[in-house]
């Protein structure tokens, strides 16, 4: 589930807590989720974070940098000191947690979910991750750019032209536009969500065949990609701020700007029709019957 936005709400809000600091030891609790040398991170100072696509990365002082995928269940839980051994309430400062909402958020840690602990001189760093699809990696800053997920990335939505997506359907032109979307090497950074997102906000149906677009179509469904975004993370993505709400119960912060996205037999904002679930490119998919009409010619059934 973590995006390109939590990602990047993960990166910072986790900023102001470990740059500058330094990694003291850092423990793994399983082997899965840590790949690389541990003392290539132990006495290391945190000189950097940074984001490609859905990739935290966080450059270290001794030439190494340490790689976070979230994938579909990963976070990242900030304690400081006074803080880590105890359950905390979500209003204190010196806390921070993103990526999958869970209650992991606010109960006590480490616990069967943790993966690897940072300990920081002033607290410490949790990596979570129920499902064991997410991963950090220990790589030399200079090979960041060659790893595979780094190289094969496209361009951030922000950073590409509507004429480079629109050659990237043509290229693709029997693929459902979900599909094109979807894929990592076209547009960095698109997950389930923003992909539903972005086709309902340019009225196009999902599992229409990339080829059949019209340039307009693509731009605005690039538009959409990029406002929807920012939106969330302006809005502070799935954090610990946004998911414990201050009354204690929990909430998901895309009930805050989903039109589509696990909205079914809801009604649409827009024209009131009743959101409908499919299958598409292989995911569970959003659309409004209405908005998004499925064309009769240039579709492809999932
Ligand atoms: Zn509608």
Not at 174 to 194: C, F, M, S, T
Not at 198 to 208: E, I, K, N, R
Not at 238 to 267: H, I, N, W
Request: charged share 25%; glycine share 8%; proline share 4%.
């Amino acid at each position: 589930m973590p995006e390109l936005p939590e990602v990047e709400t993960v990166k910072r809000g986790l900023k102001p807590f470990i740059l500058n600091k330094k990694i003291v030891q850092v423990e793994v609790k399983s082997d899965k989720g840590f790949q690389g040398a541990e003392a290539d991170v132990n006495e290391a100072r945190a000189i950097g974070l940074r984001r490609r696509g859905k990739a935290l990365l966080i450059d270290l002082d001794n030439g190494f940098t340490l790689m976070i995928h979230l994938r579909m269940t990963g976070q990242l839980i900030w304690r400081g000191a006074s803080l880590s051994e105890q359950t905390v309430s979500v209003e204190t400062e010196n806390q921070f947690a993103a990526g999958h909402p869970s209650k992991n958020f606010t109960s006590e840690l480490p616990n069967s979910q943790t993966r690897v602990i940072f300990v920081f001189s002033d607290g410490k760093l949790f990596f979570n991750d129920q499902r064991k699809f997410g991963f950090v990696k220990v790589l030399p800053t200079t090979e960041v750019e060659l790893d595979k997920f780094i190289a094969q990335l496209g361009k951030e939505p922000w950073e590409m032209q509507p004429g480079e997506l629109f050659e990237k359907c043509r290229r693709h032109a029997r693929a459902p536009i979900k599909a094109v979307l979807l894929d990592q090497k076209n547009i960095a950074g698109l997950g389930n969500i923003y992909a539903d997102e972005s086709l309902f906000y340019a009225g196009v149906h999902p599992a229409t065949m990339a080829g059949a677009l019209t340039e307009e179509q693509v731009a605005k469904i690039l538009e959409g990609a990029c406002k929807i975004m920012t939106a969330a993370i302006e809005s502070g993505g799935s954090t610990m701020a946004t998911y414990v709400r201050p009354d204690g119960t929990t909430g998901d912060y895309l009930e805050k700007f989903a039109q589509v996205f696990r909205r079914e037999g809801k009604k649409c904002y827009k024209c009131g029709s009743v959101i409908e679930k499919t299958r598409c490119a292989g995911r569970g998919t959003h659309v409004c019957p209405t908005c998004q009409k499925m064309p009769s010619e240039g579709t492809e059934r999932a």
